[in-house]
């Protein structure tokens, strides 16, 4: 239950959740390595596996109970923990190099973070598409506005029925690869669910309720055809609201640009 709140089921830290990414993790918040990421939490944690708008008030005791730290802080004792900056000259002296981990600290290093995120995008490796869906969410709570993200949540849910590939050294600690495809798939699902928190779209927002019974069965192959439908008519929501909002890639003097600051 601890590990709900630690930095292995933080937004800010993509590259890992409750079953991927072993050793050490990355705060794209505090720009510090996590070095033991189960056992590391902060006031700012932003939670992987639900939507932010239905775990508020857990997420809120928790900041509450967490606010005297200024960055990170040891989720077992209290007490505040050093940043820790990220060297990947150390990480190849030391032999854990970690390809993942790499492409997080460098993102939004070169352009725009939108361009960073699509980086993720489109693959098949699990923990590429962990980052890539944690993310589109960081990037949809730091921009403010959800016409923001159209492209992204659009892409977002071409990914949504894509059944993500693990290997041994991706999974934690020897755990079953099952696992760990869970965890993708709550990340991706609540990406789409706050996209429809911001945008107003009730039906995107219990977009869980609406996969009979597949998701609760932990059954992935009834709920690969489930996802097969459901994006495409949720692809359909977004475009419709798009258009009667003017957000739906609108001439570019017009078009809204915003730029992510990491730090927010």
């Known amino acids: 239950m601890d590990e709900l709140f630690s930095c292995r089921n933080c937004v800010h830290n993509p590259s890992q959740s409750l079953n991927t990414g072993r050793g050490a993790g990355y705060c794209l918040l505090h720009h510090s390595v996590v070095r033991e990421p189960e056992q590391t939490t902060c006031k ?11 775990v508020d008030e857990g997420v809120k005791e928790h900041a509450a109970e967490f606010v005297h730290a200024a960055s990170l802080a040891s989720l077992v004792t209290g007490k505040p923990l050093g940043r ?21 600290t460098l993102y939004g290093r070169g352009g725009p973070s939108w361009v960073s995120i699509s980086s993720f995008s489109g693959g098949m490796d699990g923990r590429r598409s962990l980052a890539h869906a944690a993310l589109v969410r960081r990037y949809q709570r730091n921009c403010g506005t959800w016409t923001s993200v159209v492209r992204l949540a659009l892409g977002a849910l071409q990914e949504l029925a894509s059944k993500p590939i693990f290997n041994e050294v991706g ?9 760990a495809l869970w965890d ?26 609406q996969l ?35 957000a739906f890639f609108p ?5 809204e640009s915003v730029s992510e600051v990491d730090a927010g």
């Open 212 to 246: 009979n019974g597949a998701l609760t069965e932990f059954d992935w192959t009834k709920l690969e055809g489930e996802l097969r439908t459901a994006s495409v008519r949720w692809t359909d929501q977004v475009i419709a609201h798009a258009k009667a909002e003017g």
């Open 171 to 179: 999974v934690r600690e020897e755990r079953d690869s099952e696992d």
């Open 44 to 54: 700012h944690l932003y939670r992987k596996d639900m939507p932010a708008f239905v």
């Open 251 to 255: 001439p570019p003097e017009t078009e």
């Open 184 to 209: 993708v798939v709550f990340v991706r699902l609540s990406c789409i669910q706050e996209y429809g928190w911001d945008a107003g779209i009730e039906p995107l927002m219990w977009a869980t309720d």
């Open 84 to 104: 820790v900056p990220y060297s990947e000259k150390h990480d190849w002296e030391h032999r854990v190099y970690d390809d993942v981990r790499q492409a997080v």
